[in-house]
Nanobody, 114 residues
């Protein structure tokens, strides 16, 4: 079973930027479609973006043009560059495979507030 360790969250003002990182254990990383998910209080967990092993990306409409997902297969790491952050982006962000498995990391809190 893969394990996920997310980092890079924090408190940022509206319009600011953050870069999230997620290190994934295991030797099969490069074969997985990886995704970033987020969950705000009282909301369902939603997929924000995903990326294939070859680098093809997909984004939720709410983040298109502001967020960029990328990966480094040599480092077993997936990234999420978030620009133009809005208060509605406030959530705990998680990475996982897509479709997701049963094991989740601790996530990283992103708070967008003035």
């Amino acid at each position: 079973q893969e394990e996920f360790v997310e980092s890079g969250g924090g408190l940022v003002q509206p319009g600011g930027s953050l870069r999230l990182s997620c290190v994934v254990s295991g030797s099969l990383f490069r074969f997985y479609v990886m995704a970033w998910y987020r969950q705000a209080p009282g909301n369902e967990r939603e997929k924000v973006a995903d990326i294939t092993g070859g680098g093809t990306t997909n984004y939720a409409e709410s983040v298109k043009g502001r967020f960029t997902i990328s990966r480094d297969n040599a480092k077993n790491t997936v990234y999420l560059q978030m620009n133009g952050l809005k208060p509605e982006d406030t959530a705990v962000y998680y990475c996982n495979t897509y479709p997701f498995g049963s094991i989740w990391g601790q996530g990283t809190q992103v708070t967008v507030s003035s």
